[in-house]
């Protein structure tokens, strides 16, 4: 079986100069982040005795574009790391996509690589609104390749490569305790009290899957329950502001099947939400995966920490909760159970992947031309 094998290119405005790489996307492993590799290719008469310099930027936008003025940015750019591609200053180990791609690209080809620090936080991108202008708000990376004296000078448009990448996580192969959680409410004058049980059917979730949410009404108080509503929230904390966490609902369901829960009586009731991009479309504000050109993004992943308290003052922590509400009317009030749960991609089958790579690269390279297999985006 043959797999085809896609090689990411890019060249600068003059056409002197282009990376090759054979990814976008470079997991987060929590403990460990897949390093960034590629190839670049390059006239040497053109550089005239200058160097080429490579480096690996998180971009963090916390404010829209439209409203910079005066000098005032809401931007910041981080360097995670820098490295001299030419002339090379040392032997480094090559992946074998590198090894290939240098043995197709010839002899002015020449590898890089570039170690991510492991607090780094993943891609997200918030949602503009219909009427924003600008990039939108969020993390994303990209790498800077340049030609110069020195890595610190200002680079020319021109002889520059900036290729957008992602950093993404994918769901842990440990599972926690099934979600269940129990909210009892007493009352004023009343003899007993409202219990509501809420039971998630299980805590990982992956994306465009339903949440099944299972709710047990016990009603000992002398209070009525009109309604039931369960909605999933979203959590977004920018580390960079104190007290700069919101939420926003992305799947909601109500219903009143089987009320009024009477005092005395209660009720057992199982609730189906899904909390999908497709439903949020014209939502501002909403968390998604960094997203890249010709890539179809979702509402963004549930972000894992090796530690909790330990976060990048310049990322943003995703976390989801299933909210379960009963509406007592105007007087009563209300009752509320929560219940925190993970929402991720499935971590693919990396023995698959790397019987489905090994395959390709041969075939991609024994042709003599790379069309086909190049993407230029």
Known sequence: MVVQFKVFKKPAPNGKLTIYLGRRDFVDHVSAVDPVDGVLVLDTEYLQGRKVFGQLVCSFRYGREE???MGLSFQK???????QIYPPKDDAQITKLQERLIKKLGGNAYPFSFHMPTNAPPSVTIQPGRDDEGRPCGVEYYIKVFVGEKEDEHSHKRSTIVMNIRRIQFAPSKVGRQPRTVVKKDFMLSPGELELE????????YHYENITVDCIIKNNSNKTVKKIKAAVQQSVDICLFSGGQYRTTVASVETQDGCPINPGSGLQ??????????SNMDRRGIALDGHLRNIHTNLASSTLLANPESRDMFGMVISYTVKVKLYLGAIGGEVTAELPFILMHPKPDLRRLMRGDSQAQVEAFRSESMAGTVDES
């Open 198 to 205: 809420v039971t998630l059917d299980k805590q990982l979730y």
């Open 77 to 83: 750019d981080l360097y995670l790391a820098s490295q």
């Open 67 to 69: 409203d910079e003025v």
């Open 269 to 278: 009731k199982q609730l189906t939400l899904s909390p999908t991009l497709s």
